[in-house]
């Protein structure tokens, strides 16, 4: 990290400007979203873009203003569950329209409502809606109707609509009638470095499967553990991730601790997490609500065999078995596939040869800031009416 001067850095004329918001900030990675603002905000700044991220103030303990290039805005919020990021949001956005930003990018279709301020001061504005929200069960009820009416507003206040898989823009033109343009997530090859990493845990190359995601019902981590007790593997499995407050899903799920079923929690070193990745003998994938799953074309880039579950989502990642299995939302469907691919050793290495041929040109981070650019330059141009 390089904290940049101000004054030289205002010296140097940018193109244009782009106004990030709706992510916990730069250049903290918590999830995708944070993944994806690194990772295309430090592109964009190599073009002569100037880039300005609202950030969480509250998560950060020195706020420089500039780094790597990357402007920084500073945000305060009310520190809830529910209302953290909205709050942020709506305040980051008000600051935005009237700041020299030419253009907006949102984050999360949480924050649809927004787009009526930058709609009415008259600022361009595009919006990625990530995943199906209003589907997730740990959001219930009054959640759910919420997240459903905040995509349908970004459909008629923002001036693009970002999607992030091709099952995903049919799910808009059929929920919403709006049609949007599809840029996908990235992901960065990568190859063993330190496999000597994963000992602290006790753990062997390819004597263990892996689970990484959040611990909540929207992720299915209790099927997937079901099924693999059910398989009666000799493989372990480790999972990574938690929740960062009391739960009775994560808590169940924690009952099953044992020297064969390993709970890491949240793995913050990247190379450790790495290497996790690389020496499992496969990873478990049971996200079912989203578009391009960051979590899995991380596992794509990385080299290692998937078994995932069988959603459009999942099969338009994975191309269809091209680059890995699929499994139903069964435990015995999980445990028949674990017997499969222990029985198969052979098949799990094809599997994991081929992994890093899915990360197509569609999901290389230099195609993807290319394809915002093209859309941020459009909008400066001529904007695109609402549709």
Same mark, same amino acid.
């Given at each position: 990290?390089?904290?940049?001067?101000?004054?030289?850095?205002?010296?140097?004329?940018?193109?244009?400007?782009?106004?990030?918001?709706?992510?916990?900030?730069?250049?903290?990675?918590?999830?995708?979203?944070?993944?994806?603002?690194?990772?295309?905000?430090?592109?964009?700044?190599? =073009?002569?873009?100037?880039?300005?991220?609202?950030?969480?103030?509250?998560?950060?303990?020195? %706020?420089?203003?500039?780094?790597?290039?990357?402007?920084?805005?500073?945000?305060?919020?009310? =520190?809830?569950?529910?209302?953290?990021?909205?709050?942020?949001?709506?305040?980051?956005?008000?600051?935005?329209?009237?700041?020299?930003?030419?253009?907006?990018?949102?984050?999360?279709?949480?924050?649809?409502?927004?787009?009526?301020?930058?709609?009415?001061?008259?600022?361009?504005?595009?919006?990625?809606?990530?995943?199906?929200?209003?589907?997730?069960?740990?959001?219930?009820?009054?959640?759910?109707?919420?997240?459903?009416?905040?995509?349908?507003?970004?459909?008629?206040?923002?001036?693009?609509?970002?999607?992030?898989?091709?099952?995903?823009?049919?799910?808009?033109?059929?929920?919403?009638?709006?049609?949007?343009?599809?840029?996908?997530?990235?992901?960065?090859?990568?190859?063993?470095?330190?496999?000597?990493?994963?000992? =602290?845990?006790?753990? =062997?190359?390819?004597?263990?499967?892996?689970?990484?995601?959040?611990?909540?019902?929207?992720?299915?981590?209790?099927?997937?553990?079901?099924?693999?007790?059910?398989?009666?593997?000799?493989?372990?499995?480790?999972?990574?991730?938690?929740?960062?407050?009391?739960?009775?899903?994560?808590?169940?799920?924690?009952?099953?601790?044992?020297?064969?079923?390993?709970?890491?929690?949240?793995?913050?070193?990247?190379?450790?997490?790495?290497?996790?990745?690389?020496?499992?003998?496969?990873?478990?994938?049971?996200?079912?609500?989203?578009? %391009?799953?960051?979590?899995?074309?991380?596992?794509?880039?990385?080299?290692?065999?998937?078994?995932?579950?069988?959603?459009?989502?999942?099969?338009?990642?994975?191309?269809?078995?091209?680059?890995?299995?699929?499994?139903?939302?069964?435990?015995?469907?999980?445990?028949?596939?674990?017997?499969?691919?222990?029985?198969?050793?052979?098949?799990?290495?094809?599997?994991?040869?081929?992994?890093?041929?899915?990360?197509?040109?569609?999901?290389?981070?230099?195609?993807? %800031?290319?394809?915002?650019? %093209?859309?941020?330059?459009?909008?400066?141009?001529?904007?695109?009416?609402?549709?």
């Amino acid at each position: 990290m390089k904290s940049s001067d101000n004054h030289t850095t205002a010296q140097i004329k940018k193109d244009f400007t782009i106004a990030i918001i709706g992510s916990r900030g730069y250049p903290i990675v918590y999830s995708g979203y944070e993944t994806f603002v690194k990772e295309v905000s430090e592109r964009l700044v190599q =073009q002569n873009i100037g880039v300005r991220v609202y950030c969480q103030k509250h998560l950060f303990s020195e %706020t420089p203003k500039n780094v790597n290039g990357v402007d920084l805005i500073y945000v305060p919020t009310v =520190q809830t569950k529910s209302l953290n990021q909205l709050v942020h949001s709506f305040f980051s956005m008000l600051h935005a329209c009237f700041s020299k930003a030419d253009v907006i990018l949102v984050v999360n279709a949480a924050n649809g409502p927004f787009g009526l301020i930058s709609l009415l001061a008259q600022k361009k504005t595009l919006i990625n809606v990530d995943g199906l929200e209003w589907l997730r069960p740990k959001w219930k009820g009054l959640g759910q109707v919420y997240f459903k009416f905040a995509a349908k507003l970004a459909t008629l206040f923002y001036n693009t609509i970002i999607t992030d898989a091709e099952a995903m823009r049919q799910v808009y033109l059929n929920t919403f009638n709006t049609d949007s343009t599809v840029i996908a997530y990235g992901a960065n090859i990568r190859y063993a470095k330190n496999p000597e990493l994963i000992s =602290q845990f006790g753990l =062997q190359p390819n004597e263990y499967y892996l689970i990484v995601g959040r611990l909540i019902p929207d992720n299915n981590s209790d099927i997937l553990l079901e099924g693999y007790l059910k398989a009666n593997s000799n493989k372990k499995l480790v999972i990574v991730g938690d929740v960062p407050y009391q739960d009775t899903y994560a808590q169940r799920m924690k009952a099953h601790a044992s020297d064969q079923v390993l709970f890491l929690g949240y793995v913050t070193d990247s190379e450790v997490l790495a290497e996790l990745y690389h020496q499992s003998y496969a990873y478990l994938h049971g996200h079912e609500y989203g578009g %391009t799953n960051p979590t899995m074309l991380k596992a794509m880039a990385y080299g290692t065999a998937i078994l995932a579950l069988d959603t459009v989502f999942n099969r338009e990642m994975l191309e269809n078995g091209e680059f890995g299995w699929f499994f139903q939302k069964t435990p015995d469907s999980v445990a028949l596939y674990l017997q499969q691919a222990e029985s198969n050793p052979q098949s799990v290495e094809t599997l994991k040869a081929k992994a890093r041929n899915g990360i197509t040109q569609k999901y290389n981070w230099d195609e993807v %800031t290319e394809a915002y650019v %093209t859309v941020f330059k459009a909008l400066i141009r001529n904007g695109k009416s609402h549709t």
